[in-house]
């Protein structure tokens, strides 16, 4: 049974560039949650998606959207990156919104 | 804003021996979760405590619960080197949002 997924695992990019994160949930889950988690911090909540809608936000600016496909999967852009966007980016699945939340290894970007 | 927060930041304990860990938050929670992660990878779930719950046990892990204090401790027993890495405790945000708020974790160096 694979578990979370995320590709890629890392990424370097420079400053105003656009990224564009993936994420594979855990199968027979329905529920896609991402995180930011800078070095040193705990991850902090983006946004979370269920039934391909955005069903909360955390305090991130409109820079960064989201989007769920019909295969539950999931993506995360974010536009004109800034440096303090390098962090470790995480996704969580679930089944239905609010049951215990499988991380996947996470994608380490890095803005030059 | 980070809810919750993990005391101590940094713990170093000899293999064989118990590992204690705090975790304190501000508000009314539903749930309390404790979170390992390896070396900047991935979160693995450990444990979920129900705010109506006092201490619940999972293997060598135990989590006690005081809502009351609004606090939180994870208990490793018999600790191995394998247990080196971050620890974090999770809540669920005040009023029914069912997103996860991270302290900043407590990093557990098991020596061998």
């Known amino acids: 049974d694979a578990g979370v997924t995320q590709s890629p695992t890392h990424l370097i990019k420079t400053r105003g560039q656009q990224v564009t994160l993936r994420c594979s949930p855990k199968?027979?889950?329905?529920?896609v949650s991402w995180y930011q988690q800078a070095l040193g911090q705990g991850p902090q909540f983006i946004f979370q998606y269920y039934e391909e809608e955005e069903r909360q936000r955390g305090n991130f600016p409109d820079r960064f959207s989201g989007h769920q496909f019909p295969n539950y999967s999931s993506e995360l852009n974010v536009n004109a990156l800034l440096l303090g966007d390098s962090a470790l980016y995480l996704c969580a699945s679930s089944f239905r919104i609010w049951r215990t939340q499988y991380f996947g290894p996470g994608t380490r970007l890095l803005v030059l | 804003s980070q809810q919750g927060e993990e005391d101590p930041q940094a713990l170093s304990i000899q293999e064989g021996e118990n590992a204690t860990m705090n975790c304190s938050y501000k508000t009314s929670i539903n749930n309390l979760q404790w979170y390992r992660q390896n070396s900047g990878r991935g979160l693995v779930h450990l444990i979920l405590?129900?705010?109506?719950?006092r201490e619940k046990h999972s293997g060598r892990l135990r989590v006690t619960l005081d809502t009351s204090k609004k606090s939180s401790s994870l208990l490793i027993t018999a600790s191995r080197a394998a247990d080196t890495a971050s620890y974090f405790c999770a809540t669920d945000d005040q009023g029914g949002s069912e997103k996860l708020v991270f302290g900043k974790g407590t990093k557990l160096t098991v020596i061998p």
């Open positions: 405590i129900r705010s109506n719950e």
């Open positions: 199968s027979g889950h329905d529920t």
